[in-house]
């Protein structure tokens, strides 16, 4: 059971938590054990709204705040406890409470976070795990909220990029589903007496009228139906994955497919290496970034370096290291600063995958546009064009 409660801390005062308990009583008692005066306890019945406002937890703000409150001064637990008592949704305040209650119990932070993976994503551990060695809670949380943001730039780009080729696609479909619905059914029914033998293309175009006319509710039926029945295929058959997977072995998007993800992969690997963490450590994080492919191109090189190769050799020949990037780690492994070498590498191929994205939408913006357009443009002229043949004869 789910269950509300208010309660007397002895050091943070009145708060407001949530907790999973067999029953109040049990709930009360942990609590108690906590050192804490429960005023009220209550079961919270809409469980499945908690999980989806712990689902909606922004990790990315939570990293900000906390690290604004360590720096000021505050301990991580006079911390969490000032966020918890801000946080007004109670799904996220859980999350907090959590975290809190881990931490009284003795437990390092990154075990705290770990116990909630499915909010607080392996690097986000990993990176709290090398700060307790050093001591630099506040760094670590600085180079994820880095991260995070770097990482979204490309994110965000390909969203503003598709939203007007969406919104063209959307438009332009409701304005063709009106003229195929709507308009042509009653033009062919003026034309049922029209006398005179139709052009080829306007006579299917007002068959098409006259049998959504006559079943029309039958073939809104079979469309909702159908749709249904695709959409539930397309998920059970993984079809998302499949058409993705197809789109990106095409030669024209591979490339720049591969070095978004490469991009990601290097931007992760110099984050988890500037923190701290070994070479081969850094791999094994990294390495659910890649594809299936990779990844056993990544298993051939970290079984090279363990074997005493460089990270730059053991890359290069896993086909990992683009020319730039295995320049790059080269020098970064005479330097010393291979982490940040390896932060310039994702720069440039997120660099190059922004130019392709920009130069892409340019060119395909209007040639959707200039398609959708046609189309609507042959239906006007198909149901004008017996009129216009009528107003020549008559000339």
């Not at 991260?147 to 409701?174: C, F, H, N, T």
């Not at 058959?237 to 720049?256: C, K």
């Not at 330097?335 to 395909?364: C, H, N, P, Y």
Request: with cysteine; aromatic share 8%.
């Amino acid at each position: 059971m789910h269950f509300e409660v208010k309660a007397l801390h002895p050091r943070d005062g009145i708060v407001l938590c949530s907790l999973e308990a067999p029953n109040a009583e049990e709930a009360r008692a942990r609590l108690s054990a906590d050192g804490m005066d429960v005023i009220s306890i209550r079961q919270q019945w809409h469980h499945a709204v908690s999980l989806r406002q712990q689902a909606s937890f922004n990790v990315l703000l939570f990293s900000h705040e906390l690290r604004s409150l360590l720096d000021a001064g505050l301990s991580i637990i006079e911390a969490l406890g000032a966020l918890a008592r801000k946080e007004q949704i109670p799904g996220r305040r859980a999350v907090i409470d959590v975290l809190i209650r881990e931490l009284r119990e003795g437990k390092p932070f990154s075990m705290a976070v770990s116990t909630k993976a499915e909010i607080f994503p392996p690097l986000y551990v990993a990176l709290i795990s090398a700060s307790e060695r050093t001591g630099g809670l506040s760094e670590a949380l600085r180079r994820f909220i880095v991260y995070r943001e770097q990482m979204d730039v490309v994110r965000e780009r390909v969203k503003s990029a598709a939203i007007y080729p969406a919104l063209l696609l959307g438009v332009g479909g409701l304005v063709i589903a009106f003229l195929m619905t709507y308009v042509v059914p009653r033009f062919s029914r003026i034309y049922e007496d029209f006398g005179r033998d139709l052009p080829w293309m306007s006579k299917l175009l007002m068959q098409w009228g006259t049998l959504v006319q006559d079943y029309g509710a039958a073939l809104a039926i079979g469309f909702i139906f159908l749709s249904v029945l695709a959409a539930w295929i397309f998920r059970k058959q993984d079809g998302a994955r499949r058409l993705w997977r197809n789109l990106t072995s095409r030669s024209a998007l591979r490339n720049h497919y591969q070095a978004f993800v490469l991009a990601r992969f290097y931007r992760t690997l110099g984050t988890l290496v500037q923190s701290g963490i070994s070479i081969v450590g850094a791999l094994e994080l990294a390495r659910v970034l890649l594809n299936e492919e990779r990844r056993s191109a990544m298993e051939t090189a970290i079984t090279r370096i363990r074997a005493g190769s460089t990270l730059s050799t053991a890359l290069e020949e896993s086909g990992l290291a683009p020319a730039v990037a295995s320049d790059l780690l080269k020098i970064g492994e005479k330097s010393g600063d291979i982490g940040e070498k390896m932060i310039r590498i994702a720069d440039f191929l997120d660099a190059d995958t922004s130019r392709w994205i920009e130069r892409f939408v340019k060119l395909f913006e209007p040639l959707l546009m200039l398609g959708i357009g046609l189309f609507i443009a042959l239906i006007v002229v198909l149901l004008y064009l017996p009129i216009f043949e009528l107003a020549g004869s008559l000339q």
